[in-house]
């Protein structure tokens, strides 16, 4: 309490002639609400500020003050005492001290009273404090400029800057030629409009300011000053830039949804045709059909790659892939948006397999591989060149995969280093959204592996991935086997469809392993079937049925076939919600084979299932 008591007499003599000079009541309390100064002078140091209100008030005000000491949250005391005004109590925290309380009664606040206004400069002083808006002034003829103590703190400059060397010194190099084009405006029309532009402060970090400026003309009508302020609106940008982003992968996500489900309808009546015909033929025809299916597998694999690209995976199957062909595969997919002046080089020294979640690598690869192309064409680099390597190496006890995406480029600023894998933090300004790093890191850690950054060799950025390894090799292709000549019969299917392509191919192909198959391409058409004396053992419901969806018909196909087991046949993502309304999801395409398998395994489940529900 001393020391408290003789840091207030030590104080500045102006310092305590501008708070006596105040039209509020100012109190300073320490945390046993003793008084350790009263700009009025009417309380005594160290006396209780209690003693100052009503006996009956006492127990109220000294819980109102305890709070405002546990949570620091500022609170009003009701009027009475020395409170006849109504007064604003708030925690005052220094470093190193026990906190204490400031209590501030303005009496302007009285109803019915008279009381002297606070004059203009005041008024001034409290709105700039309380907006944060730093203040200039520049004199056209001298060139001469003044900044108030926050323009200072705004720019993080220590010494006031005229519009050019504002420009060449705290703009962002993106912005420079936009706040040139300004300053020219000024020259010839005298007027500086608001501009929201970014600076770069002294430790790298960018900040958003907004500054608006007003001339004021001489006496002779010329431009003599320019008077103006500047904000920080660095968040509300951020703000901007995230919903942006949010609406370019709600966009993304939309035009994925289209391609896939036209893609994979017509996939789906592609692929199994070119199996059935590749059975059929022999010498050169068959190779001829056989490159075509291998042409159709790969339009699959990019329709896949694009549904991970926008999130819209329908599960997450981990299946085993090779290191070279995983690399391989990805950069081919890339090196077609790739300029001829990037070089792209692959150096991959490993022979062993991945077990990892379908098409989440592609992804990631994918992503590291465009952002390398971004960073070359957006800066002059001699040879510009992309390398993808791959090796072997021990880490923890373990075998991991260490495969790095490296370039010659400028590399990542190093204010973004440590928050380059956070959301919305992107280098390409307007033209990123700055997710894509942030869910690379999210697939490779649901992967079980690590991704980071480092400068490369070469001066650029180069991302690490570490992968664990899989002891499983890969097999070849399994061959389908074939119908059995004599089909024995196995169930009844509803396929609900509106392409009417895929309802041919299907009828006829499960028909030939001895399932009883009947169709519908409308929504009135599958309740009609639903509707009649076949007892149907497994319905395909498409999820798009031209202006209708098939989630809307789950509920009354149940209603008419309870005993059916209800499946999603679909090339689009099924969102988790609608996925719990089935009992289970197929994505298109597949071969003929491998969904007769699929339909035997849900029935033989479904079987399964009834049994112990009987039980």
Same mark, same amino acid.
């Given at each position: 309490?001393?020391?408290?008591?003789?840091?207030?007499?030590?104080?500045?003599?102006?310092?305590?002639?501008?708070?006596?000079?105040?039209?509020?009541?100012?109190?300073?309390?320490?945390? +046993? #609400?003793?008084?350790?100064?009263?700009?009025?002078?009417?309380? +005594?140091?160290?006396?209780?500020?209690?003693?100052?209100?009503?006996?009956?008030?006492?127990?109220?005000?000294?819980?109102? *003050?305890?709070? !405002?000491?546990?949570?620091?949250?500022?609170?009003?005391? /009701?009027?009475?005492?020395?409170?006849?005004?109504?007064?604003?109590?708030?925690?005052?925290?220094?470093?190193?001290?026990?906190?204490?309380?400031?209590?501030?009664?303005? =009496?302007?606040?009285?109803?019915?009273?008279?009381?002297?206004?606070?004059?203009?400069?005041?008024?001034?002083?409290?709105?700039?404090?309380?907006?944060?808006?730093?203040?200039?002034?520049?004199? @056209?003829?001298?060139? %001469?400029?003044?900044?108030?103590?926050?323009?200072?703190?705004?720019?993080?400059?220590?010494?006031?800057?005229?519009?050019?060397?504002?420009?060449?010194?705290?703009?962002?190099?993106?912005?420079?030629?936009?706040?040139?084009?300004?300053?020219?405006?000024?020259?010839?029309?005298?007027?500086?409009?608001?501009?929201?532009?970014?600076?770069?402060?002294?430790?790298?970090?960018?900040?958003?300011?907004?500054?608006?400026?007003?001339?004021?003309?001489?006496?002779?009508?010329?431009?003599?000053?320019?008077?103006?302020?500047?904000?920080?609106?660095?968040?509300?940008?951020?703000?901007?830039?995230?919903?942006?982003? +949010?609406?370019? $992968?709600?966009?993304?996500?939309?035009?994925?949804?289209?391609?896939?489900?036209? #893609?994979?309808? $017509?996939?789906?009546?592609?692929?199994?045709?070119?199996?059935?015909?590749?059975?059929?033929?022999?010498?050169?025809?068959?190779? &001829? !059909?056989?490159?075509?299916?291998?042409?159709?597998?790969?339009?699959?694999?990019?329709?896949?790659?694009?549904?991970?690209?926008?999130? =819209?995976?329908?599960?997450?199957?981990?299946?085993?892939?090779?290191?070279?062909?995983?690399?391989?595969?990805?950069?081919?997919?890339?090196?077609?948006?790739?300029?001829?002046?990037?070089?792209?080089?692959?150096?991959?020294?490993?022979?062993?397999?991945?077990?990892?979640?379908?098409?989440?690598?592609?992804?990631?690869?994918?992503?590291?591989?465009?952002?390398?192309?971004?960073?070359?064409?957006?800066?002059?680099?001699?040879?510009?060149?992309?390398? $993808?390597?791959?090796?072997?190496?021990?880490?923890?006890?373990?075998?991991? *995969?260490?495969?790095?995406?490296?370039?010659?480029?400028?590399?990542?600023?190093?204010?973004?280093?440590?928050?380059?894998?956070? /959301?919305?933090?992107?280098?390409?300004?307007?033209?990123?959204?700055?997710?894509?790093?942030?869910?690379?890191?999210? @697939?490779?850690?649901?992967?079980?592996?690590?991704?980071?950054?480092?400068?490369?060799?070469?001066?650029?950025?180069?991302?690490?991935?570490?992968?664990?390894?899989?002891?499983?090799? /890969?097999?070849?292709?399994?061959?389908?086997?074939?119908?059995?000549?004599? /089909? !024995?019969?196995?169930?009844? *299917?509803?396929?609900?469809?509106?392409?009417?392509?895929?309802?041919?191919?299907?009828?006829?192909?499960?028909? %030939?392993?001895?399932?009883?198959?009947?169709?519908?391409?409308?929504?009135?058409?599958?309740?009609?079937?639903?509707?009649?004396?076949?007892? #149907?053992?497994?319905?395909?419901?498409?999820?798009?049925?031209?202006?209708?969806?098939?989630?809307?018909?789950?509920?009354?196909?149940?209603?008419? =076939?309870?005993?059916?087991?209800?499946?999603? #046949?679909?090339?689009?993502?099924?969102?988790?919600?609608? &996925?719990?309304? !089935?009992?289970?999801?197929?994505?298109?395409?597949?071969?003929?084979?491998?969904?007769?398998?699929?339909? +035997?395994? %849900?029935?033989?489940?479904?079987?399964?299932?009834?049994?112990?529900?009987?039980?």
């Amino acid at each position: 309490m001393d020391a408290r008591k003789d840091e207030a007499v030590s104080a500045t003599p102006r310092a305590l002639h501008l708070l006596q000079m105040l039209d509020a009541r100012v109190i300073e309390v320490d945390d +046993a #609400f003793r008084v350790i100064f009263d700009n009025r002078g009417q309380l +005594a140091v160290a006396s209780s500020i209690l003693d100052a209100f009503p006996a009956s008030d006492r127990s109220a005000m000294r819980e109102k *003050l305890l709070a !405002v000491l546990r949570d620091g949250v500022p609170r009003e005391l /009701p009027s009475g005492g020395v409170n006849e005004t109504g007064t604003r109590v708030v925690r005052l925290d220094d470093e190193g001290q026990r906190p204490t309380l400031g209590l501030s009664s303005n =009496q302007r606040t009285r109803p019915g009273r008279d009381f002297p206004s606070a004059s203009g400069q005041q008024k001034l002083d409290i709105a700039r404090e309380a907006s944060g808006v730093g203040l200039w002034h520049w004199h @056209l003829p001298s060139g %001469q400029v003044e900044w108030d103590e926050r323009m200072y703190a705004l720019t993080g400059s220590k010494k006031p800057l005229n519009l050019q060397q504002w420009i060449d010194r705290l703009a962002h190099p993106d912005d420079r030629k936009l706040l040139q084009e300004r300053k020219e405006e000024l020259k010839g029309s005298g007027k500086l409009p608001a501009q929201i532009s970014r600076i770069v402060l002294p430790d790298g970090e960018i900040r958003w300011l907004l500054v608006v400026g007003t001339i004021i003309e001489s006496d002779s009508g010329k431009p003599e000053f320019v008077v103006g302020g500047a904000v920080d609106v660095t968040e509300q940008q951020r703000l901007v830039q995230q919903l942006r982003a +949010a609406q370019k $992968m709600e966009a993304l996500g939309h035009l994925t949804a289209g391609v896939a489900h036209n #893609f994979n309808n $017509m996939l789906m009546i592609i692929q199994p045709c070119l199996e059935e015909a590749e059975q059929a033929v022999t010498g050169e025809l068959k190779l &001829a !059909v056989g490159d075509a299916r291998s042409a159709a597998q790969r339009a699959r694999e990019i329709v896949s790659q694009l549904m991970a690209l926008a999130g =819209q995976q329908n599960s997450e199957k981990f299946v085993l892939r090779t290191v070279e062909e995983l690399c391989g595969s990805t950069a081919r997919l890339c090196q077609r948006s790739f300029p001829d002046t990037i070089k792209l080089r692959l150096h991959i020294d490993c022979q062993r397999s991945l077990e990892c979640i379908d098409g989440s690598l592609e992804q990631v690869l994918g992503n590291l591989l465009l952002n390398a192309r971004d960073a070359l064409l957006a800066h002059t680099t001699k040879d510009p060149e992309v390398l $993808m390597s791959a090796k072997e190496v021990s880490r923890f006890g373990e075998e991991w *995969l260490e495969l790095t995406v490296s370039d010659n480029g400028p590399g990542v600023p190093e204010a973004l280093r440590t928050e380059i894998f956070e /959301p919305f933090v992107t280098t390409k300004g307007n033209n990123g959204t700055g997710l894509g790093l942030a869910t690379s890191q999210a @697939l490779i850690q649901r992967n079980g592996g690590q991704l980071a950054y480092r400068p490369s060799a070469a001066g650029g950025a180069e991302f690490l991935v570490l992968l664990p390894l899989s002891a499983k090799q /890969p097999v070849g292709n399994a061959v389908d086997p074939a119908p059995q000549a004599t /089909p !024995v019969h196995k169930g009844r *299917l509803l396929i609900v469809d509106d392409e009417v392509g895929i309802l041919g191919l299907l009828r006829r192909g499960l028909a %030939q392993w001895g399932y009883e198959v009947h169709v519908a391409s409308e929504a009135e058409a599958a309740l009609d079937a639903a509707s009649s004396e076949v007892n #149907f053992d497994l319905i395909l419901l498409d999820r798009s049925l031209g202006t209708a969806t098939g989630s809307t018909l789950v509920s009354p196909l149940r209603e008419r =076939q309870p005993q059916a087991a209800l499946l999603f #046949f679909t090339g689009e993502f099924v969102t988790p919600a609608d &996925a719990l309304l !089935v009992d289970g999801v197929i994505q298109k395409p597949m071969s003929i084979n491998a969904l007769a398998r699929t339909i +035997a395994d %849900q029935l033989a489940q479904k079987s399964v299932d009834g049994r112990r529900g009987a039980g």
